[in-house]
Each structure stands twice: as structure tokens, then as C-alpha cells.
């Protein structure tokens, strides 16, 4: 993407190597938009249900998923796909860019020159985008 600032690459990498991932082929990525946009079924049963047919014999071993999903739906989410793929991984990529060890991160390698501390989480259109350019780089 030609928008696509350093400053973003380079918190997209840091969220990589967060996360174990290596590869562009060793994750995918799912966007369920749950807060502004509630029109398409995004139940677990219904995600998981999707998933299967779309990856199934697929060697992919983790899913990222972009979502603004309350905690219990999250949790339930993560629960329904790891009883139907165990050997895959759900990873919540929100759950990971608010904690406090990916904060210190980015802070102590000085990685924003915008944002420092929390604010970072307070900037949803910077996140977004970091978040984007995250599933750029996934297999799909």
C-alpha cells in the first residue's frame, strides 16, 4: 500500500514477532466488524462454520481476527474454534495490541514518534491501520 507510513510497518512487524509469526504463509486473517456494522450473523457457531469450509485442509496454523468484540464474545469465539481445529490457533490481534507488554514495547523501542504510552490506543484509525497492514501481509 503506497499510505502505508514506517511507523506502521514497523509496529506491524513488532506485532509479528509478538505473535510467532514468521511467514506470510503461516497466518490469515478474519475482519468481523461486531460494533459498527451488525447486519451479518458473526456467531461463533457461524464463524467457526465459515472457517471450516474456507480452510479446513488448509496447513495454516494461525488465524488472526480483527474484531471489536465484547470480552465474552471473544471468549466464546476463541472456545467454539479451538474444540473444531486444535491444532490451530485463534488469535485475538486487539487482545494483543492492548497489552500492557506491547505497549512497553513499542515505548521502549521507540518505535512511534506520534504516540507514546496509551495514547497509541486511544488513535482507532492509527490501530486500524496498523491492524491492515497486518492482514496485508497474511496468506488471506
Request: some cysteine; proline content about 1%; charged content about 30%.
Amino acid at each position: 500500500d503506497f499510505d502505508t507510513s514506517e511507523e506502521l510497518l514497523n509496529v506491524a512487524q513488532l506485532l509479528l514477532q509478538e505473535l510467532d509469526i514468521k511467514h506470510s504463509q503461516d497466518f490469515v486473517t478474519l475482519h468481523l466488524r461486531r460494533g459498527d456494522y451488525k447486519k451479518c450473523d458473526t456467531s461463533p457457531a457461524t464463524v467457526v462454520k465459515y472457517l471450516k469450509c474456507s480452510m479446513e485442509k488448509d496447513d495454516v496454523k494461525k488465524v488472526v481476527v480483527l474484531t471489536n468484540g465484547e470480552e465474552n464474545y471473544v471468549n466464546n469465539l476463541v472456545r467454539v474454534f479451538s474444540k473444531k481445529f486444535p491444532n490451530k490457533e485463534m488469535i485475538i490481534l486487539d487482545q494483543v495490541v492492548e497489552s500492557r507488554s506491547f505497549i512497553e514495547k513499542l515505548n521502549t523501542k521507540k518505535i512511534l514518534s506520534a504516540h507514546f504510552g496509551d495514547a497509541f490506543l486511544n488513535d482507532n484509525c492509527f490501530r486500524f491501520s496498523a491492524e491492515k497492514v497486518i492482514a496485508s501481509m497474511s496468506r488471506y
